[in-house]
């Protein structure tokens, strides 16, 4: 199914028609009872929330809301863009401050175990964003750490990497020793959690 809706006009009234579009798009999503039309909003929602132009609007729209909600779905698409939609919206410090208010950080390191490449891919950049003074000891956890190990080692290349990144940048050598220590002593919390597909 496509969705016809109207292009913004460039102009002085850019602003409010960008908002318009957007608006319709979130309404499109709500109304429908198609799965493929609303895979189609979420993956255009997605898009939409890496151009920092439409932030204002999209938290007006409160999208992140829309996204985190994906997440617990059983439609793998769904999780798919609800996640990569996250992971774009986390750049943006009043966005960031939204997911971890609404307990994002659990909903995106469950999604940790999905066996989507892209899915999981987008789960640890946005815990990455997600990364604050106050947040990083719940990101660092232990089944976390974990779950980073075990994909350092895995056969993608670019998963393989971003979990290193992860490791490097979002906890101490210290937490990363006693990760592998607990993982070598047969005390995995991470236990369950599969490698992704490619």
Not at 33 to 38: G, I, K, L, N, P
Request: charged content about 25%.
């Amino acid at each position: 199914m496509v969705i016809k809706l109207k292009m913004w006009r460039k102009g002085s009234s850019e602003g409010s028609d960008r908002f318009e579009y957007l608006q319709t798009l979130v309404t499109e999503f709500q109304d429908t009872d198609s799965d493929e039309a609303r895979e189609q909003v979420l993956a255009n929602l997605a898009n939409f929330a890496y151009d920092p132009k439409n932030m204002e609007h999209l938290r007006e729209l409160q999208v992140a809301d829309l996204f985190l909600d994906m997440l617990t779905e059983e439609n793998d698409n769904f999780v798919e863009f609800g996640m990569g939609g996250l992971c774009n919206l986390s750049m943006d410090p009043e966005c960031r401050h939204v997911i971890l208010e609404s307990r994002g950080i659990s909903l995106v390191t469950n999604c940790l175990s999905s066996r989507r490449e892209e899915t999981v891919l987008s789960a640890i950049t946005t815990l990455m964003n997600l990364a604050t003074p106050s947040s990083r000891s719940q990101i660092a956890d232990p089944a976390v750490l974990q779950c980073m190990l075990r994909f350092s080692l895995s056969e993608s290349p670019r998963l393989r990497s971003l979990a290193a990144v992860f490791l490097q940048d979002c906890c101490t050598a210290e937490q990363v020793a006693r990760a592998e220590r607990q993982m070598t002593q047969g005390r995995q919390t991470a236990v369950g959690i599969p490698l992704p597909e490619n």
